[in-house]
C-alpha cells in the first residue's frame, strides 16, 4: 500500500457504498499508481462506475475515503478535485466549434490566452486540421478524441473514463484503443478507465482489477490476470477456460498429480490457488489456445510428459486464423480448443476420435468449492 504522501497515486481506503439495502460496492482498498494506465473492468452492475463516481465526487461513499495524491478529497465536491471525466456520451456541445468546445473549461476559469494550449491538445488527439467544425461534421471516434482532448486541457492529475469507447463499431473501438494509449503515455497522467470489455481492458491497461458484485476479485498485470486467475469468475470472464473437476492424487517436488475420469493429469504448485490434501477435489484450468488436437490415430507420436486426455469431436467452427473445436471428453463434457489453420488436418471433423494434450505448466488449479460457471453469463451493458 502506497503512503500517503505519494505524489499522484489514487488511494481508496475502506470505500463502499450503500442504497438502502443494497450494497453497491463493498468496502474495498485500492491503490491506482501516479502516471498509469488503470481499468475497472466487470459485468454491468459490478459496482465499477460506482466507484469511478466517488473518485470523481459524484456519489458520496457510504463509508471510507479517497486520496489524491496524498490528499483527502472524500468531503470536496467534482469541481474541487483534480479530475475530469470523459462519458460515453462525450457530452459535446453542439453549437460551438472543436476548437471551442476544447477551450471551454479553460475560458470559464477566466484564462483568456488559450489559443496556443488548444492547439496543442488538438494536435495530441490529431484532430488540429478538425478545429473550426463543429462536432456533428465529426466520427464517433473524433468526438471521442475530443471530449478526450477538452478533458486534459484542464491538466487534471486524474482522467476518468466511464465506458469511453462503448458507442462506437468494433473497429473504430480497437483503433480508439490504440489512441488512448498513445495519449495517456504521452501525456503521463494517470487514466483510470471503466469498461464492461475484456479485451479492451487488456490491450490498454497496465493494471486490471475485475469486478464482481461490488467486490474486486484479483488485481494484476492482464497477462498475470489471464494466465493465473485465482477465481472460476477471473478464469471464466477474461477469455475462455477449461476448468476439470479432479481428484488430488499426490504433490511432490513442486508438481500437483490430479486424476479426473480416466486421465491422469500433472499442473505446477505454485499455479493453484488453492492446495487440498490427497484425495481432495480441485478444479484444474487450461485455456482452448494452450491444447493441442491430434487424431486418435496419430496419439503413439506425442511427447512424453505431456497432459492428454481423449475425446470426440462434437462441434468446430472455422474463424479464419484458428478453429474452434468443441471436444466430448470423459474429463469434461465440452472441452474447447483452439487451433491455428496453419496446416489444417482434414481429418479433423465432428465425429473423428481425438487426443488432447498440452503442456502441464499450462494447467492452473482452482477451489473445486467455487461456482464452475461463475463469470460465464454474457451480460449486455446498458448505457
Known amino acids: ?85 470523459v462519458f460515453q456520451s462525450y457530452a459535446l456541445f453542439p453549437h460551438l466549434t472543436i476548437q471551442e468546445n476544447v477551450a471551454f473549461g479553460l475560458r470559464r476559469r477566466g484564462i483568456k490566452s488559450v489559443q496556443k494550449q488548444v492547439d496543442e491538445m488538438l494536435e495530441l488527439v490529431q484532430l488540429g486540421d478538425k478545429a473550426g467544425h463543429r462536432p456533428h461534421r465529426l466520427s464517433g471516434g473524433q468526438q471521442q478524441r475530443v471530449a478526450v482532448a477538452r478533458a486534459l486541457i484542464n491538466h487534471p492529475q486524474v482522467l476518468l473514463l466511464d465506458e469511453p469507447l462503448g458507442a462506437l463499431d468494433l473497429k473504430l473501438r480497437r483503433q480508439m484503443q490504440r489512441e488512448l494509449k498513445r495519449i495517456q503515455t504521452e501525456v503521463g497522467i494517470t487514466f483510470v478507465h471503466v469498461t464492461h470489455d475484456q479485451e479492451e481492458a487488456m490491450t490498454m491497461a497496465d493494471e486490471v482489477a475485475v469486478m464482481n458484485g461490488g467486490r474486486v476479485e484479483q488485481l494484476g498485470a492482464p497477462a498475470d490476470l489471464y494466465e493465473n486467475p485465482r477465481t472460476t469468475f477471473v478464469a471464466n470472464f477474461l477469455g475462455t477456460s477449461n476448468l476439470i473437476e479432479a481428484e488430488v492424487a499426490g504433490a511432490a517436488d513442486g508438481e500437483v498429480v490430479v486424476i479426473a475420469a480416466d486421465a491422469v493429469l500433472r499442473l505446477p504448485t505454485a499455479r493453484c490457488a488453492t492446495l487440498p490434501r490427497t484425495g481432495g477435489k480441485l478444479l484444474v484450468g487450461v485455456r482452448p489456445e494452450k491444447i493441442s488436437l491430434a487424431h486418435a490415430d496419430d ?52 465425429g ?32
Not at 474452434?324 to 474429463?331: A, K, R, W
Open 1 to 85: 500500500m502506497t503512503d500517503n504522501t505519494a505524489g499522484g497515486d489514487v488511494r481508496l481506503t475502506g470505500i463502499s457504498k450503500t442504497y438502502g439495502s443494497f450494497t453497491a460496492v463493498h468496502p474495498l482498498d485500492l491503490t491506482v499508481p501516479e502516471g498509469s494506465f488503470f481499468a475497472l473492468l466487470g459485468a454491468s452492475g459490478c459496482g465499477k462506475t460506482t466507484t469511478l463516481r466517488m473518485i470523481a465526487g459524484l456519489e458520496d461513499p457510504t463509508t471510507g475515503s479517497v486520496f489524491l495524491g496524498g490528499r483527502d478529497v472524500t468531503g470536496l465536491p467534482p469541481y474541487k478535485r483534480p479530475v475530469n471525466t
Open 352 to 383: 473423428a476420435e481425438v487426443v488432447l494434450h498440452w503442456n502441464p505448466e499450462h494447467t492452473f488449479g482452482l477451489d473445486a468449492a467455487m461456482d464452475i460457471d461463475a463469470g460465464t453469463e454474457t451480460v449486455e451493458e446498458t448505457a
Open 299 to 350: 496419439a503413439g507420436g506425442m511427447a512424453e510428459g505431456r497432459n492428454r486426455c481423449t475425446g470426440k469431436i462434437a462441434d468446430s467452427g472455422f474463424i479464419g486464423a484458428s478453429t474452434q473445436f468443441v471436444v466430448d471428453s470423459p474429463v469434461c463434457p465440452e472441452l474447447e480448443v483452439y487451433v491455428q489453420n496453419v496446416e489444417r488436418d482434414p481429418r479433423l471433423v465432428p
